[in-house]
């Protein structure tokens, strides 16, 4: 079985920094791609920021030069550094990630969601 944890959720004020951590675990062959995506009240859930394996990296315009992802593949863990928080960067922001289970299936996991609001 396959699961994916996520922490570092939390309240900030506007201009603080918050950072997301998202680990896989279980009977994984490989990971493809991870990334973040989030869902505001009464919106749609929106792509943040993904990393390939190769590294490449793409951003939300909103976010650009704002939030940083990165992952440690030796950990199977990707990390979101969210900085200059804006208070409508508020939402649920889930973890996701194609991976390659050790059947060489390919499938798309999601985490449980993590609650960032930012308010003063």
């Known amino acids: 079985q396959v699961q994916l944890v996520e922490s570092g959720g939390g309240l900030v004020q506007p201009g603080g920094s918050l950072r997301l951590s998202c680990a896989a675990s279980?009977?994984?062959?490989?990971?493809?791609?991870m990334g973040w995506y989030r869902q505001a009240p009464g919106k749609q859930r929106e792509l943040v920021a993904i990393?390939?394996?190769?590294?490449?990296?793409n951003y939300a315009d909103s976010v650009k030069g704002r939030f940083t992802i990165s992952r440690d593949n030796a950990k199977n863990t990707v990390y979101l550094q969210m900085n200059s928080l804006k208070p409508e960067d508020t939402a649920v922001y889930y973890c996701?990630?194609?991976?390659?289970?050790?059947?060489?299936?390919?499938?798309?996991?999601w985490g449980q969601g993590t609650q960032v609001t930012v308010s003063t």
């Open positions: 990393v390939t394996s190769d590294a490449g990296t």
């Open positions: 279980g009977r994984i062959l490989g990971i493809n791609a």
């Open positions: 996701y990630a194609e991976l390659v289970t050790i059947l060489a299936a390919i499938l798309d996991y």
